[in-house]
C-alpha cells in the first residue's frame, strides 16, 4: 500500500454527526419514547391468575419434554413425519424452479420493464400474507391434508427466493456482463456466462436455507389441517399427552439441526 494511500485514513476518532442537533427536540423526543412505552404497558391487560393457571400447565408440559414418549403414538409421529418431510422436499424443489425466471424477470438491470413489472408484482403477493393465513386459505380450497401444505410451502418459497434472488442479480458486478454483452453474445448467453456464475453460490445457499425455513413451516401449517407432524403436534397437545408433544418436539429440533450442519457444509463445498 502506498504512502499515499496511508495518508487518507483517519488518525483520530470523530463523533458522528448527531441527526437532531437541538439538545431540547433530543430530550423531548426521549421522554415521548419512555411516556409512550410506559403507557402502551398499562394497556395490556394482564389476568395474573390465568397466568399463574399458565405458568402450571406449563410446568407440566415442561415435565413432559423432560420424559418424551416416543412410543405410544410413533405410527402418528412417523406418519407425521413423512408428510413434512414430503412437503418440505417437493415444495422446496417447486419453489425454487418457479423462483428462477420469475427473480429473473423481477431483475431491473435483465428484463424489459412490462416483464420487471409483472415478476415483481407476482413477488409482492406470495409475500403479502403470513405461511399460516396462506395455509387457512388452501386448507379451505383443497380440504385437510398435505397438498395444502405442498401448496401453501411452494407460494412462500417463490416469494422468498424470487425477491433475494432477484436483489443479487441487481447487485451484480456491472463489468463482467458489460463485457459478455461487448461480444455480441445472445440474452441466453448472457445469462450462462455473466449472471449465473455471480449468483449460483448465493442461489444454493438460499435454496438450502429456505428447506430449513419449510420444515419448521410445516410444523405450524399442520395445526390448521395443512398436514405434516405439525397436526399430530396440535392432536397430543389437545390431548394433554405432554410426554408425547415432547417427543415430536425433540424430533423436529433433530431434523432442524442435521439440516443446519448439512446445508452449512454444502454451502462450505459450494463457495
Request: proline share 4%.
Amino acid at each position: 500500500m502506498s504512502r499515499a494511500a496511508v495518508s487518507h485514513y483517519p488518525t483520530s476518532w470523530r463523533r458522528p454527526p448527531q441527526i437532531i442537533t437541538g439538545r431540547r427536540w433530543r430530550i423531548g423526543i426521549q421522554l415521548g419514547i419512555l411516556a409512550y412505552l410506559i403507557l402502551a404497558g398499562s394497556s395490556v391487560e394482564v389476568d395474573w391468575q390465568r397466568v399463574m393457571e399458565g405458568l402450571e400447565r406449563g410446568q407440566r408440559f415442561a415435565m413432559g419434554f423432560l420424559q418424551p414418549d416416543f412410543a405410544s403414538r410413533w405410527g402418528d409421529i412417523s406418519r407425521g413425519l413423512i408428510e413434512s418431510l414430503t412437503m418440505t422436499l417437493t415444495s422446496t424443489v417447486i419453489g425454487v424452479l418457479i423462483s428462477v425466471p420469475i427473480g429473473i424477470g423481477a431483475a431491473r438491470n435483465l428484463a424489459p420493464r412490462s416483464v420487471y413489472l409483472v415478476c415483481r408484482a407476482i413477488i409482492a403477493v406470495s409475500r403479502a400474507l403470513q405461511e399460516i393465513i396462506i395455509a387457512i386459505f388452501f386448507v379451505a380450497m383443497f380440504g385437510f391434508g398435505p397438498f395444502a401444505g405442498f401448496l401453501t410451502l411452494s407460494l412462500a418459497t417463490i416469494g422468498f427466493l424470487a425477491k433475494l434472488l432477484a436483489d443479487d442479480i441487481e447487485e451484480i458486478e456491472p463489468g463482467q456482463a458489460d463485457a459478455i454483452r461487448a461480444t455480441g453474445a445472445s440474452w441466453w448467453q448472457l445469462i450462462n456466462y455473466a449472471i449465473q456464475p455471480q449468483v449460483m453460490p448465493r442461489l444454493i445457499g438460499l435454496s438450502l436455507y429456505r428447506l430449513d425455513i419449510n420444515f419448521r413451516e410445516s410444523a405450524v401449517i399442520g395445526i390448521v389441517g395443512a398436514g405434516g407432524i405439525g397436526g399430530t403436534l396440535n392432536t397430543a397437545i389437545d390431548r394433554y399427552e405432554y410426554d408425547s408433544a415432547g417427543a415430536i418436539l425433540l424430533v423436529i429440533i433433530a431434523i432442524v439441526m442435521v439440516a443446519e450442519y448439512a446445508s452449512g457444509y454444502v454451502r462450505k463445498f459450494v463457495q
